[in-house]
């Protein structure tokens, strides 16, 4: 996981399912409310798994894009 401008980046490339939604998990669990995390994927599962974790969580999927074979979610921690 590494700082951004914006928030935090969590590099999950190259892992498989469930890892990434549950690294994802474990980053937002740590974060601070209204704080941004962003997640880069390159399991193709990645792109139903986050949505579906950000849906359980209540935070806030504000993008979702892909750069070449890399799926990237910005997604924001609800507030308390």
Same mark, same amino acid.
């Given at each position: 996981?590494?700082?951004?401008?914006?928030?935090?980046?969590?590099?999950?490339?190259?892992? %498989?399912?469930?890892? =990434?939604?549950?690294?994802?998990? %474990?980053?937002?669990?740590?974060?601070? =409310?209204?704080?941004?995390? +962003?997640?880069?994927?390159?399991? =193709?599962?990645?792109?139903?798994?986050? =949505?579906?974790?950000?849906?359980?969580?209540?935070? +806030?999927?504000?993008? %979702?894009?892909?750069?070449?074979?890399?799926? +990237?979610?910005?997604?924001? %921690?609800?507030?308390?």
């Amino acid at each position: 996981m590494n700082d951004a401008a914006d928030g935090l980046t969590l590099d999950l490339r190259g892992l %498989k399912c469930p890892l =990434p939604a549950l690294r994802t998990r %474990k980053a937002l669990s740590r974060l601070q =409310p209204g704080a941004t995390l +962003v997640v880069e994927c390159t399991d =193709p599962l990645a792109e139903i798994d986050i =949505p579906n974790l950000i849906r359980e969580t209540g935070d +806030v999927l504000e993008d %979702k894009a892909r750069r070449d074979d890399v799926l +990237v979610f910005r997604v924001r %921690k609800r507030n308390a």
